[in-house]
C-alpha cells in the first residue's frame, strides 16, 4: 500500500514537473495532470490589440483584394498639442576661480547659472576628484570673462598639499 502511494506521488510530481517545462504554445487543458486528480491553479489573462494586414501574393493571376483589419481603437490626440519650450541656453562670464578649493569653485560657477563644469587632474596622471574639498584649482580654460555654457567650464585640480602655485 505504501509502495502505491509512493509511487502514485511520483508520477504526480514527475507529471507536474513536464508539465511546469512545457512549451511556450501549450494550453491550459494540455497543462492538467492525465490522472484523475484535481489540481488548483491560478490563471492570468491578458488580452493584446493587434492590428493585421493581409497582402496577396505578388505574380498571380487571381484578383485578391488587399485586405486590412481595423486597428485596435487607440486614444485620440488632444485637440490643442502645445510644442516643447525649447531649453534656455545660458551663457555667463567666466569667473576668476584659480587657487579656490574645487567645490568652491563649481559653486560659485553654479551661482552663476552653469550647473555642469568639468574638472581634470593636472598632474596628468588622469585621478578623479571624488571629494571636490580636497583638490585645488591650478587652472581654467575658459579665461576670466568668456562667456560659458554647461560643460564649457574646465577646473584643472591637483590635491591640496601637493605642490601647486596658489
Known amino acids: 500500500m505504501n509502495?502505491?502511494?509512493?509511487?502514485?506521488?511520483?508520477?504526480?510530481?514527475?507529471?507536474g514537473s513536464v508539465s511546469a517545462c512545457g512549451a511556450e504554445s501549450d494550453s491550459p487543458a494540455e497543462m492538467l495532470p492525465s490522472s484523475g486528480?484535481?489540481?488548483?491553479?491560478?490563471?492570468?489573462t491578458s488580452t493584446v490589440a493587434e492590428t493585421t494586414t493581409v497582402k496577396?501574393?505578388?505574380?498571380?493571376?487571381?484578383?485578391?483584394?488587399?485586405?486590412t483589419l481595423p486597428p485596435a481603437?487607440?486614444?485620440p490626440a488632444p485637440a490643442t498639442a502645445v510644442p516643447a519650450?525649447?531649453?534656455?541656453?545660458?551663457?555667463?562670464?567666466?569667473?576668476p576661480v584659480v587657487c579656490m578649493?574645487?567645490?568652491s569653485a563649481q559653486n560659485l560657477i553654479q551661482e552663476l547659472g552653469v550647473f555642469y563644469s568639468r574638472s581634470v587632474d593636472a598632474t596628468g596622471k588622469g585621478r578623479k576628484q571624488v571629494l571636490d574639498a580636497n583638490w585645488i584649482v591650478v587652472g581654467q580654460t575658459p579665461g576670466v570673462g568668456v562667456p560659458i555654457g554647461e560643460g564649457d567650464a574646465v577646473l584643472s585640480v591637483v590635491k591640496i598639499g601637493e605642490p601647486n602655485p596658489c
Do not use: K, N, Y
Not at 486528480?37 to 492570468?44: F, G, I, K, L, R
Not at 496577396?56 to 485586405?67: D, F, K, R
Open 3 to 15: 509502495r502505491l502511494l509512493f509511487g502514485a506521488a511520483m508520477a504526480v510530481i514527475l507529471v
Open 37 to 44: 486528480a484535481v489540481a488548483s491553479s491560478t490563471t492570468t
Open 56 to 67: 496577396p501574393l505578388p505574380a498571380t493571376t487571381s484578383s485578391t483584394p488587399e485586405q
Open 73 to 75: 481603437e487607440a486614444e
Open 85 to 95: 519650450a525649447a531649453p534656455e541656453v545660458t551663457s555667463v562670464p567666466m569667473p
Open 101 to 103: 578649493d574645487l567645490q
